[in-house]
């Protein structure tokens, strides 16, 4: 019995332990360390109207390969791998949006489309809850998506602004907040980028025009 | 139209008798003080607009506001509320928020979803949006917004490594948290507002320390969770 009570006293005073310090370590350990993010998520395919239009879709490299890194003073470096995921997010919404939508090897394989479409990354910017005294992660996503006859003449360039945010409260003090949050963050604007794609792109005159001449 | 109130935990009468229990903590250390937690008190209102009851094969989405600035509701409480109504439920079954924003990409995005059951007539007017949610079978939305937060911090604990390289800590904190949330219901099928439940929660946590520290904490944010989600289950399941 007096064994019993002892090692229960034990495993007390160790959680006890654990309780107090660990947060403290915690903090030490992800305090300035920055975060290493790879993106990866799925966009659903978008409930929206077909238009009767078929496009040729061409993807460049740096889209593909796009990778943020930047160094914030007092808090780390940061590298967020967005590349090889925007792919599958584009194609998810140009295959809801249009009748058809063919991948492009390369831009002049554009036999048979009504348009070429080139999504291009412009720029990604990112905020996590330190800098700007907010509960916040949030990044930031600019694409332009560049719309061109069959012959390869440019007809439109769309800016396509993308935000995304994440509440820092919902991670635990055991959990790398920076990294869970940044994920967070990029996953929602991607999802973002989406649903503004599916929803403005349509209204764009040039697009609209390909829809009322079939 | 009819109010209810409910109060769950301890009176605020036991709460004022803080500083006792403050200084009984601390002679208290051992172990039944792990056991032990700071006193809550809540308050659930309800407000009913439209009678409501719920088929056999009708769910309902608990759904956080995302596209404010601040105040974002915790997604650990928007599971929290959801998954209480399913397991105490009989009959309201329970679709998971991202399940539903994903059958109904992209009309439930922070930028794209209704703020009023006007702009919720608009979005499920159209066709596609109207079978998908007839197909997935949700009758009604329980949008939630508040959150938990923390106030009136007090005290100081100092922690230090002693011989032996024993870590050991000393000293008092406590702190109150604060949770406000409120519940909006909307009818898909009849496209109305059906009604409100706030629930509103508050207590002080404490974590008195003689080389051990021992956290005993309000449960707020549960207590807020469970007052809500009893009274949304009784709110969704009653016909009056």
């Known amino acids: 019995m007096m064994t019993r009570s002892t090692n229960a ?15 403290i370590a915690m903090a030490f350990l992800f305090g300035c360390t920055g975060a290493n993010v790879v993106v ?11 238009l009767p239009v078929r496009v040729g879709v061409f993807f460049d490299e740096s889209l593909k390969g796009y990778v943020h890194e930047e160094t914030l003073e007092d808090h780390g470096n940061f590298r967020i791998e967005l590349g090889s995921v925007q792919v599958p997010v584009f194609e998810r919404v140009f295959d809801a949006l249009f ?9 002049e394989a554009g036999d048979g489309v009504e348009a070429i479409i080139v999504p291009v990354f412009e720029e990604l910017q990112f905020a996590i809850p330190a800098q700007t ?12 998506i560049d719309v061109y006859d069959p012959g390869g003449e440019l007809l439109a360039q769309w800016p396509l602004p993308a935000y995304g945010k994440s509440n820092e409260r919902n991670f635990g003090f055991m959990e790398d907040s920076k990294g869970s949050g940044l994920t967070e963050a990029s996953v929602r604007a991607l999802r973002d980028a989406a649903a503004r794609l599916s929803f403005y792109f349509p209204r764009v005159p040039e697009i609209a025009d390909l829809v009322e001449e079939a | 139209m009819r109010d209810l109130y409910l109060r769950v935990g301890p009176s605020r009468a036991a709460c004022a008798r803080a500083p006792l229990l403050k200084a009984l903590l601390i002679g208290a250390i ?56 399913t397991k105490k439920s009989d009959g309201v079954k329970v679709m998971t928020e991202n399940e539903f924003v994903d059958s109904v990409f992209p009309w439930f995005e922070p930028l794209t979803a209704p703020l009023d059951v006007d702009d919720l007539t608009n979005v499920i007017s159209r066709p596609l949006v109207a079978e998908r949610i007839d197909e997935i079978g949700v009758r009604y939305l329980v949008w939630i917004e508040g959150d938990t937060v923390r106030s009136s911090e007090a005290g100081r604990l100092t922690c230090n490594i002693i011989s032996g390289a024993i870590p050991a800590c000393i000293g008092f904190l406590s702190w109150d948290s604060d949770s406000n949330y409120e519940a909006s219901i909307w009818d898909v099928k009849s496209g109305i507002h059906a009604g409100r439940v706030s629930a509103e929660a508050s207590g002080t946590s404490f974590v008195p320390a003689v080389v051990v520290p021992i956290p005993i904490i309000a ?8 007052g809500l989600s009893d009274q949304l289950r009784e709110f969704l399941a009653s016909e009056s």
């Not at chain 1, 659903?44 to 109207?49: A, E, Y």
């Open chain 1, 99 to 107: 009748e058809e939508a063919v991948a492009l090897s390369t831009m």
């Open chain 1, 133 to 144: 005294r907010s509960q916040f992660f949030e990044v930031w996503i600019k694409y332009r």
């Open chain 2, 219 to 226: 449960q707020v944010r549960q207590s807020a969770c469970t």
């Open chain 1, 9 to 23: 006293l034990t495993r007390t005073v160790t959680q006890g332990v654990r309780l107090g310090l660990v947060p």
């Open chain 2, 30 to 85: 051992g172990l039944s003080a792990m056991l032990l937690s700071g006193c809550v008190t809540a308050t659930v209102q309800q407000v009913r607009e439209a009678h409501t009851g719920i088929g056999e094969d009708d769910r309902v989405v608990v759904l956080g506001r995302r596209h404010k600035s601040r105040n974002e509701t915790e997604t650990d409480f928007i599971h929290c509320v959801s998954d209480q109504i």
């Open chain 1, 40 to 50: 990866e998520t799925v966009v659903p395919s978008p409930l929206v109207d077909r």
